[in-house]
């Protein structure tokens, strides 16, 4: 990561909230040990997600590949447990 990389991270993070508050981006995760970063898109093509992701002050960097998820489940789609009190 250079000088210009860590120039361009604010401007990133800002464009990734946007997508993530438009309901775009439905997660977005970095690791720094692997330096992979994986995003889960809504979009109906790879076209759409591949022009959201050009958009990326950091695409530059990115070597990226496209693959549609077939199921997706994580712990914030699930009812909250019942409490009884």
């Known amino acids: 990561m250079d000088e210009e990389f860590m120039t361009l991270v604010p401007p990133h993070r800002t464009y990734i909230n946007y997508l993530i508050n438009k309901s775009i981006i ?25 022009a959201y992701i050009e958009k990326s002050p950091l695409c ?8 549609e998820l077939f199921v997706y489940d994580s712990q ?4 909250p447990t019942v409490q009884l009190n």
């Open 26 to 50: 439905d997660s977005y995760a970095v690791s720094m040990e692997s330096m992979t970063c994986w995003i889960t898109f809504h979009a109906n093509t790879r076209e759409e997600v591949e």
């Open 60 to 67: 530059k960097y990115w070597q990226f590949h496209i693959e």
């Open 76 to 79: 914030q789609y699930r009812l």
